[in-house]
Structure formats: structure tokens, C-alpha cells
């Protein structure tokens, strides 16, 4: 390696080119076929000397450029960079529950790629796209890193906190309701499958499903926690009657209840405790739109929406709903649309505990009219 600093010293004292190259001190050998040794360090110290002051130059330049304008050139970039992060990262959280869990593709994610087009626009109307046409490989290829590793470190943490990948419903089951064909694990507590009610006190048709869940439930464990009351006086079938699962718990052996109501008399979801990951999971998979009432029962049996049509109970007491469910000839109309739901609860928890290898109860399994859907349940 050449000594430019002995160079530097013997220029200074007017030594000449060849004298300077044959000093041993400076280290030079001259390329093969170069001739004159003196003429092609000369050549090579100007070389050097010249890319210095280019470098120089462009560090000089970038100190004295403000930060508003460094801002405005590297804005395109950066809105390609976004964009492309962001359209990645939808796709994929599109096909994965497991990255949806804290933003799912629609919409919170795509804003990100709206922000990047934003962000890309002003910088081509306000800015410089001339970097962006000179190097425009540079920031797809950062978009495409950031767009495959952030969902994925996403996707990897969640997974390692239990948290399911859903696949899409695509099974038709008894009742409205729907599964997926390839299955996961069965989502339990304790071993027994967890029934997953997300609702609100101030829902009509919370309400008015409320009572086959009752009924189901207590054919499964003692249902404690519960009270009654009525749906919102403001909203569409003001005072449904309804069964309040705001503090319900479930003493059961095979079957879990995980209820998150809400307990406000208000026609959103206000007041539902927050979910976790596995809720949001569900949720975010299967009721991206937060219709309420959802249900999942043992991870794998999902419906959405009313089991119940409220107007079955418009103009009654909570009081008048149980007196019938304990005398059904009372008003038999009322009560079978009740048991019929009843019955497809049963038998969705019934399936759920086959799949998870506990027993349910015999008083449940004994009923022909329940085990008659369970056959039907693929």
C-alpha cells in the first residue's frame, strides 16, 4: 500500500516523480507495463487527489442543503418504500389470521399503502422525483424486506402465544351456522371447548338469542352470574327481554364459556371488555365487521348474527319469557323457537367435546333430538 503521506513530505521538498516512486519507504510498485514508474504514481496521486474533492464536494453540498429539502427528495422514495410495505404486508394479512390479530388487511393496513401513495404524490408534485427515476430499485427492494419481515415477526409472535392461522369458513352446518374444513385444534380452557359468546346487553338480537344460550348452557354445567333486563329502549325492537351474560360464568366440566358483553344501554358495542388475542383472532377472521351477536363454539362452529328474531319476544317481560320456557304449552310458539336454537347449541357443544375427546353430558347425548343434528354436523 502506497505511503501518501511520505509522498506528500517528498513532493514538498521537490523531489521528482521517479525519485518519489523508487523510494522504498513510499511503497509503490508500478503496474506491469506501465513504463515509467514516476509517471504512473503522478497519474494515480491525481486520480485520488480527485476523488477527494468530488467527495468532498458532495459532503459540502448535502451540509449546506436544509432539512425541508432533503425531505422533499427523499419523499418519493419513502412513498414507494411505504406503499410496497404496505401492499405486502395486506396480502399477507389477508391469507393470515395470525398477522390480522393487531391490524387486519381491511382497512387498517391498506391505509398504510394509501399513505405511502400520499406520501409519493406530494413528493413528485412538491419534491424531486429525479432520485426516485435514478434509483427507484432501492426503495421497492427496502418495501419488499420491510413488507415480508414485519407481518412475518408478527405472524411468528402471535403464533408463539397459542393464537390459531383461521382458514376461511367454508362448510355449511345445520342452523346457519359454519366451519372451516381444515380444522384446527379445538380452542379449550382446561381441556373443555370454549363456547365464545361477544355480544351487548343493548342489542335487540343479543337479547333475543340470549335465551337459547341460557338453555344450552344449562344443560352443560350451572350457569351462574346471570341476571335479567332488557335490550336498548332507543333502539329497533326497544326491550327485548333478554339474559344478561355480563358476569356469567359456567361450572362444567366440558364446556367453557368465554362471554364478552357489553354493559352499556347503548346500541354499539360500547362497554365489551377487551378482547384477546385469540378473541380478536376469531373476530378479525370470521366477523371482520363486528356484527353482534358472534358465536364460536370450540374454535371450529362459528354464527353470525341472531339465532333469535327479536320481534318472536316483542311485547314481553323477562318474566314472561321464563314462565314459558318452563311451561311451553303456555305459548308453544315462543318456546320452540327458543328450543330450536337451544337444540343446535347443544349439539354444536356436543360435537365440540367429541372433537376435543370429553364426555359430555348423558342427559345431553340421551336426547335423540340433539344427537339427530350432531349426525348432521360434518
Avoid at 503496474?31 to 480527485?50: I, W
Avoid at 369458513?169 to 380452542?187: A, T, Y
Avoid at 378473541?279 to 333469535?308: C, K, M, R, W
Amino acid at each position: 500500500m502506497v505511503d501518501w503521506e511520505r509522498v506528500e513530505k517528498l513532493r514538498a521538498k521537490g523531489v521528482d516523480w521517479a525519485a518519489i516512486a523508487a523510494d522504498e519507504k513510499v511503497s509503490y510498485a508500478a503496474p506491469e507495463g506501465s513504463g515509467d514508474a514516476g509517471r504512473a504514481l503522478k497519474a494515480l496521486y491525481y486520480s485520488k487527489k480527485s476523488r477527494g474533492s468530488t467527495k468532498r464536494a458532495r459532503t459540502a453540498e448535502q451540509e449546506t442543503v436544509p432539512n425541508s429539502t432533503r425531505l422533499k427528495r427523499a419523499m418519493p422514495a419513502i412513498g414507494v418504500i411505504v406503499m410496497v410495505t404496505g401492499l405486502l404486508w395486506a396480502i399477507i394479512a389477508y391469507e393470515s389470521s395470525l398477522v390480522s390479530v393487531f391490524l387486519p388487511a381491511y382497512p387498517d393496513v391498506l391505509l398504510v399503502v394509501v399513505g405511502g401513495a400520499v406520501l409519493l404524490g406530494l413528493g413528485v408534485v412538491f419534491g424531486t422525483s429525479s432520485s426516485l427515476r435514478e434509483s427507484w430499485k432501492k426503495p421497492i427492494a427496502i418495501g419488499i424486506i420491510l413488507g415480508l419481515v414485519i407481518p412475518g415477526a408478527i405472524a411468528l409472535g402471535t403464533s408463539s402465544l397459542g393464537v390459531p392461522n383461521l382458514s376461511p369458513l367454508n362448510v355449511s352446518e345445520p342452523g346457519g351456522w359454519q366451519s372451516e374444513s381444515n380444522r384446527n385444534p379445538v380452542w379449550s380452557d382446561s381441556n373443555a371447548p370454549v363456547v365464545f359468546y361477544y355480544g351487548s346487553i343493548a342489542c335487540p338480537y343479543c337479547s333475543a338469542s340470549s335465551w337459547a344460550l341460557q338453555q344450552a348452557l344449562a344443560q352443560f354445567g350451572t350457569l351462574n352470574g346471570i341476571s335479567y333486563g332488557y335490550s336498548n329502549p332507543n333502539d329497533v325492537y326497544a326491550n327485548t327481554p333478554e339474559v344478561e351474560f355480563v358476569s356469567a360464568s359456567l361450572s362444567s366440566n366440558s364446556i367453557s364459556l368465554d362471554a364478552k358483553e357489553g354493559n352499556v344501554d347503548s346500541s354499539t358495542t360500547a362497554g365489551i371488555p377487551p378482547l384477546s388475542l385469540i378473541e380478536q383472532d376469531y373476530l378479525n377472521a370470521y366477523d371482520p365487521g363486528g356484527s353482534i351477536p358472534f358465536f364460536v363454539v370450540g374454535g371450529v362452529f362459528v354464527h353470525v348474527g341472531t339465532l333469535i328474531n327479536p320481534p318472536t319476544l316483542s311485547g314481553m317481560t323477562d318474566s314472561q319469557v321464563q314462565q314459558i320456557i318452563a311451561n311451553p304449552s303456555s305459548n308453544q310458539q315462543v318456546y320452540n323457537t327458543i328450543h330450536q336454537q337451544q337444540l343446535y347449541l347443544e349439539a354444536f357443544m356436543v360435537k365440540a367435546d367429541q372433537l376435543a375427546g370429553v364426555t359430555p353430558p348423558a342427559s345431553v347425548t340421551s336426547n335423540t333430538a340433539v344427537m339427530d343434528i350432531v349426525a348432521s354436523i360434518s
